[in-house]
């Protein structure tokens, strides 16, 4: 037997008929009363139910195509990573010195995990931040004035930059 509810009915004060409670209201309406219903909560609803549905129905999809044989059909948000890790495949077929190569990665990443350690160290002392942060501010100051402030310098620094990026495309 379905749970059931007894509404009086507003104009008459008799009581209506049992409502189900299990099916849902009409999208406009409130059960038994007349009144409008509240609005559903931002976020909550409008934005769950697309992702959700989107991904049963690639699932469903790639179901059926497992069923029938058929290679599924990849996913859109992991075309672009699938085609940078073949990219990455590619380039690391051709290095020759794989040894160096993760040598140096290794290096880096450890380099700059210590560098993260020592910056936050720097940073828990009571007078350096701040100290720093001037020094910063004042040699970037001192950069633009230097460099960038005047045309004929602006033009020597570009001029230099190109010739440093010539040199390292080079070789």
């Known amino acids: 037997m379905a749970p059931t509810t007894v509404v009086a009915a507003p104009a008459t004060g008799a009581v209506a008929s049992s409502v189900d409670v299990g099916k ?7 059960v038994g009363l007349g009144l409008p219903a509240l609005p559903p909560l931002p976020g909550l609803a409008a934005h769950a139910q697309p992702r959700v549905a989107s ?3 690639r699932f469903a999809r790639n179901v059926v195509a497992m069923a029938a044989g ?26 020759e010195d794989k040894y160096a190569v993760t040598t140096l990665a290794v290096a880096a990443t450890l380099g700059m995990w210590s560098a993260g350690g020592v910056v936050s160290a720097i ?14 501010i004042g040699y970037s100051g001192w950069f633009a004035y230097k460099n960038l402030l005047f045309k004929p310098d602006r033009k020597a620094f570009f001029a230099k930059v190109r010739n440093i990026y010539e040199d390292i495309i080079s070789g």
């Open 55 to 57: 991904f049963c129905k």
């Open 123 to 136: 940073d828990r002392l009571p007078v350096v931040p701040g100290l720093m942060e001037a020094v910063g």
């Open 70 to 95: 058929e290679p599924a059909a990849p996913l859109a948000d992991n075309a672009e990573l699938t085609e940078f890790i073949n990219a990455l495949k590619q380039e690391w077929d051709r290095v």
């Open 24 to 30: 849902a209201a009409a999208p406009g309406r409130s």
